[in-house]
């Protein structure tokens, strides 16, 4: 049964920082990899996709990586701002569209200004 | 340019009565997704759509129903809500031969 981890649970950081957030997965077969953003009592906000052939995706100050073979993706956050304050969460997808994305319970971000 | 659109967005119900969620969408993809979210958990999947073709998850409760007039609709009936079921209701597509999902605002649901 496919598990999905993120550490830290909460992080916070001061305006300006890069920083890095982790997912990692108990099964290396997926098809591909998708980080959200949710911020307090919203909806989820998609932000980067890999599909399992690729090892990265970007998306302006955003950096999403992917291995396969380890089981883990990082999001990369660059030059950290205030508005980037929310919960982020990898979710692990399959081939048919039948197949449940299988999320992890998020790290929530705080950056301080 | 909303793409994913539930309504409503908050909605409070009393212990066992009836009540309905709604999803549109513009995309016009063929598969439709419900994601019950409770408070500091991840979204987990009740049950999809793949174009009329409904699909149960093994756990979901038989409290939980789903209907799919046409493409751009899908509503989640929950019979007889519990306690239990206070929840985030999200609502999410995909297209055919894409892998992305799309997620809408959701619906927060509150039971008294």
């Known amino acids: 049964k496919q598990e999905v981890t993120q550490i830290p649970a909460a992080l916070s950081v001061p305006e300006g920082e890069n920083l890095v957030l982790n997912c990692s997965f108990t099964?290396?077969?997926?098809?591909?990899l998708q980080w959200f953003r949710q911020d307090p009592g919203k909806g989820l906000t998609s932000l980067l996709l890999i599909q399992s052939s690729q090892r990265e995706q970007t998306s302006g100050r955003l950096n999403a990586s992917l291995d396969k073979s380890s089981g883990r993706s990082t999001l990369y956050i660059a030059a950290s701002q205030p508005g980037d304050s929310a919960t982020y969460l990898c979710a692990v997808g399959g081939h048919q569209a039948g197949t449940a994305l299988i999320f992890g319970k998020g790290t929530t971000l705080s950056v301080s200004s | 340019d909303a793409m994913v659109i539930q309504n409503p967005r908050y909605q409070v119900t009393q212990f066992g009565k009836p009540v309905t969620l709604s999803c549109s969408q513009t995309l016009n993809h063929n598969v439709m997704y419900w994601y019950q979210q409770k408070s500091s958990q991840a979204p987990k999947l009740l049950f999809h759509?793949?174009?009329?073709?409904?699909?149960n998850e093994a756990d979901t409760p038989d409290n939980f129903q789903s209907r799919r007039p046409n493409t751009s609709f899908c509503f989640l009936d929950i019979r007889s809500p519990g306690l239990g079921d206070a929840a985030m209701y999200l609502c999410a597509t995909r297209g055919t031969g894409t892998y992305e999902q799309y997620f809408g605002p959701g619906t927060r649901l509150t039971v008294t």
């Open positions: 099964d290396s077969a997926i098809y591909n």
């Open positions: 759509y793949y174009d009329k073709d409904f699909n």
